[in-house]
């Protein structure tokens, strides 16, 4: 079996209407080694960590930047000839210098542009960096580290989401690049505060793992382990022979020999604390829900799987959200349609809600980074740090909330497992309750009604411009295949311009 999901997506100002009169199948469908985890010290949250590498007893060069009181600021300067090569390929490095105000300079560290398609931003908006500080000079860093983010944090007015939930999964025991905020500076023009962030590669991987140098790979946007992941890191074959043996797994249709053939390719108890950390901290757009912002290691030694979390920026977004409906990621589905596994899932809940009930360590960490950053954000932007307190508010009442529902959610009875849709012959089924979602505050996303008195699902534009938002709905088919019936129609659709080309989706 496997999940459907049909949205429509508007990326600039347009008016959109989708009538769904739902599906059919075109066709009857088809009957049907040593364990190394992420370390962590090891207390009563985070069941997962039960090895330490020897890399994370030596000195860390790069704790006392991230664990410092100071917000950094940094200078990016450019040259016109790199600026337009950045401008033709935002996703190709380009030489740059990078200067710390009261610090140290770095001439020709790398950078490129980063984000998907809610906030990647061009040179000229507030766009988002990766750096690369050994790409043209093999031994530089920056405070230990050769790679790291500033992320602009369009999608999160507190600049904390990021900072707090890494910060959770760690706790859990799960590794997760370490966070902090910068002010930058781009050819002197003050682009504001960012979310500055520890890249994925061997330095982070050594200080998490037995070993560093396994395949790393880059789940891509929305991508599941099925498509071809790009390879960050890793000194064995590159042939995705290790992806394709963990989704083989996945698919085995006999119970038993997938449940034998993924424990030998999945850490499968450090999965079970990342799933129920990516659902308890409402991640969205995580790999559970949406396969989405995530990385994959493969151990070299253990030759096992282990799911590193990425782009927490849109969290605790909605504070009822289930953690009980079953994902519908490919690893997330198989490992939940093992009772056993499920059973522990359901446990590792019970023991990891100490991090989030109650809530008030996590409040006090709110606010004691609303008093280090709002001072920054009123040299940058008075009227943005008037409303700051507004913003802290609203996520420490989602983080009170949620705390509340997951007590809640934990004590209730595991739902039964959802049923594939029943069609009676060729006949279609009208596809109803769709959900909508947005990532931009203004955007219009409403049922309205037609002259031909059916419901219509608009998505409009708002006073910002483009806008990313969809109408969701989430279905169980039966092995087989189908056809999607709907009809669409559009108004004022102008074409986007980004690195990709130029286009409307």
């Not at 075109?26 to 962590?40: D, N, Q």
């Not at 140290?104 to 790398?110: E, G, T």
């Not at 930058?184 to 505060?193: A, T």
């Amino acid at each position: 079996m496997f999940t459907s999901r049909i949205c429509i997506l508007i990326v600039s100002p347009a008016i959109a209407w989708l009538a769904l009169p739902g599906c059919a199948p075109t066709e009857p469908p088809l009957k049907s080694s040593p364990v190394a985890t992420p370390a962590r010290e090891t207390t009563a949250h985070n069941p997962g960590a039960t090895s330490q590498p020897a890399a994370s007893r030596r000195p860390d060069p790069t704790a006392e930047y991230f664990e410092g009181a100071d917000i950094a600021t940094l200078m990016l300067e450019i040259a016109p000839a790199e600026r337009t090569k950045l401008a033709e390929n935002a996703r190709e490095y380009v030489r740059c210098r990078l200067s710390e105000q009261g610090g140290d300079a770095w001439q020709d560290a790398a950078v490129k542009l980063k984000g998907a398609a809610g906030s990647f931003r061009d040179l000229d908006d507030k766009p988002a960096f990766t750096l690369r500080m050994d790409k043209f000079h093999k031994h530089h860093s920056f405070h230990g580290l050769a790679k790291f983010h500033l992320n602009n944090s369009v999608q999160d007015e507190t600049y904390l989401n990021e900072w707090l939930c890494a910060g959770l999964f760690r706790d859990a025991g799960v590794a997760a690049p370490r966070v902090a905020q910068a002010r930058v500076f781009l050819d002197g023009r003050d682009l504001g505060l960012y979310v500055l962030k520890e890249g994925f590669d061997r330095k982070f991987l050594a200080r998490h793992f037995a070993d560093d140098g396994g395949n790393l790979y880059d789940g891509g946007f929305c991508q599941d382990i099925d498509a071809d992941l790009e390879r960050d890191a890793g000194t064995g074959s590159d042939d995705h022979r290790d992806l394709r043996a963990l989704c083989e797994a996945c698919r085995l249709a006999d119970p038993e020999q997938r449940r034998l053939q993924l424990a030998a390719r999945l850490d499968v108890e450090a999965f079970l604390t990342f799933a129920a950390m990516e659902l308890m901290s409402c991640h969205w757009d995580g790999y559970c829900q949406n396969k989405n912002n995530y990385r994959l290691y493969f151990e070299s030694a253990s030759h096992k799987a282990f799911f590193l979390p990425h782009g927490m920026d849109q969290m605790f977004g909605d504070p009822g959200a289930s953690i009980l409906e079953r994902p519908g990621a490919i690893v997330a589905r198989a490992v939940m349609e093992n009772p056993e596994w499920r059973a522990r899932f359901r446990d590792r809940i019970r023991k990891l809600l100490p991090l989030f009930d109650p809530p008030d360590k996590l409040l006090s960490q709110v606010d004691r980074m609303e008093q280090r950053i709002r001072p920054v954000l009123e040299q940058i932007d008075r009227e943005q740090a008037e409303g700051y307190a507004e913003r802290i508010r609203e996520l420490k009442e989602r983080l009170t909330a949620r705390s509340a529902n997951l007590r809640d959610q934990s004590e209730q009875p595991d739902p039964p497992p959802p049923r594939p849709l029943e069609f009676s012959g060729d006949e279609g089924i009208e596809l109803t309750d769709w959900q909508p979602a947005s990532e931009h505050e203004d955007a219009v996303v409403e049922i309205v009604d037609r002259p031909d008195d059916r419901a219509a699902y608009l998505i409009r534009c708002g006073p910002g411009g483009p806008c990313i938002a969809s109408w969701r709905r989430t279905v169980l088919l039966a092995r087989g295949e189908y056809r999607l019936a709907a009809s669409a129609a559009t108004t004022d659709v102008v074409p986007h311009h980004d690195e990709k080309g130029a286009g409307a989706g």
